[in-house]
């Protein structure tokens, strides 16, 4: 079997909100086989760039575009095609856009040699040690207390145990900040964990302070305070508040999750699959197993996201809890002809060959941004 065509599609909707929201538009990705076999993927990042990696010509030797490189190759040997994209783009890559594209391209193989052996990709990355993971509804916080909390009773009555709210207006004024997360856990109440996602605004010294504040909101953890950058920071914030120090989404390589863990000291270990691809997020969960880290997965997209996230976390001992997304985006909540299986805060994994979902040809249609 060998791979015949890589393409990157953009899907936009009509009107983008300036939030920091990326479930308004997203980068799939498509590898096709001379077998027939279709393999799906999708990066979380800026997809004109990303697409732009993909479909760049051939430079030399360490500047090559991705989808150059794999036309004709086997598809099924993920590995060694994860280190040839990465040898072949050494100049211009080795973290951010590129890795995040090549993740994109890898999801799509593990899809396809899913769907070529017969097996769930949990089962070729080892084996399901589960079948099912609790999911936190994941918010972007509303412009009011009110708006916000109607938010958070939604989360409660569709039976999640896990509740997540992030990004602006939050972190500007503490006291604002408190009579949102003092709303929030009245309204959800004292057993439904509550996930605060401050959006890299603060420095260590701030968080520190507003994180003592928090202490009677009982957060299950805070998330990306710092800039990602900011590796001592996090270090100071790790060793100074009682709450669980939450990280990563904007690490691309094991070895920027490895400074996180070590310099950083965070608790929960955040690995976006479609910026990390399977290839190497199942070597950074074995390094925060190694390092006593429990790991969560980042997705705010579509449903190629949760399926691969459901997959990862289901074959590794320390999942801790799995995101979910639940913007009203129809490119995020429609995407896929069958939606992976969520009730009552479980998400179930799909025991179909691949990933076990499929793109709805009607929605690529109707948000695919024409050239």
């Known amino acids: 079997m060998k791979i015949t065509n890589v393409e990157a599609l953009y899907l936009r909707l009509p009107s983008i909100e300036a939030r920091t929201d990326s479930s308004q538009d997203a980068l799939i990705v498509k590898v096709s086989t001379d077998a027939g076999i279709t393999g799906w993927g999708e990066v979380d990042g800026c997809p004109a760039v990303t697409k732009a990696v993909i479909e760049a010509p051939y430079s030399h030797t360490l500047v ?3 989808k150059s490189l794999l036309v004709g190759e086997d598809p099924l040997e993920t590995g060694r095609l994860w280190r040839k994209m990465y040898q072949a783009t050494l100049y211009y890559g080795r973290n951010g856009a590129v890795v995040q594209a090549m993740a994109g391209i890898d999801i799509a193989l593990w899809d396809i040699k899913g769907k070529a052996l017969g097996q769930p990709i949990s089962t070729l990355l080892g084996g399901a040690l589960r079948e099912k993971m609790r999911v936190y509804s994941s918010n972007m916080f509303q412009f009011t207390v009110e708006a916000t909390v109607e938010r958070a009773k939604r989360a409660v009555d569709t039976g999640h145990t896990g509740v997540k709210f992030g990004w602006e207006p939050f ?7 408190c009579r949102y997360l003092e709303a929030i856990r009245k309204a959800i109440g004292d057993e439904t964990d509550l996930m605060l996602d401050v959006g890299l605004i ?3 010294k701030t968080t520190i302070r507003r994180a003592r504040l928090f202490e009677p909101f009982d957060l299950f953890w805070i998330e990306e305070p710092l800039h990602p950058d900011d590796y001592a920071g996090y270090g100071k914030v790790s060793r100074g508040c009682t709450q669980h120090i939450a990280a990563g989404e904007e690490e691309c390589s094991v070895s ?3 400074r996180l863990i070590d310099e950083g000291g965070i608790d929960v270990v955040q690995i976006d699959l479609t910026r990390c691809g399977f290839t190497q997020a199942m070597q950074i ?3 925060a197993q190694s390092r006593g ?3 969560c997965n980042h997705n705010f997209t579509t449903d190629i996201n ?6 990862f976390l289901c074959a590794i001992p320390n999942a801790l809890v799995m995101e979910y997304c639940v913007e009203p985006s129809e490119i995020s909540q429609r995407l896929a002809k ?3 299986r969520i009730e009552d805060g479980w998400a179930y994994l799909p025991d179909a060959p691949g990933l076990g979902v499929e793109p709805d040809a009607e929605i690529i249609g109707k948000y695919l941004v024409k050239e």
Do not use: I, M, N, P
Request: glycine share 10%; net charge negative.
């Open 64 to 66: 090559t575009g991705l």
């Open 171 to 177: 972190g500007q004024d503490a006291a604002t900040d």
């Open 202 to 204: 603060w420095d260590a």
């Open 256 to 258: 920027g999750f490895e």
């Open 285 to 287: 969960a074995a390094y």
């Open 293 to 295: 880290r429990k790991v």
């Open 306 to 311: 949760t399926a691969a996230s459901l997959h």
């Open 338 to 340: 069958e939606k992976v």
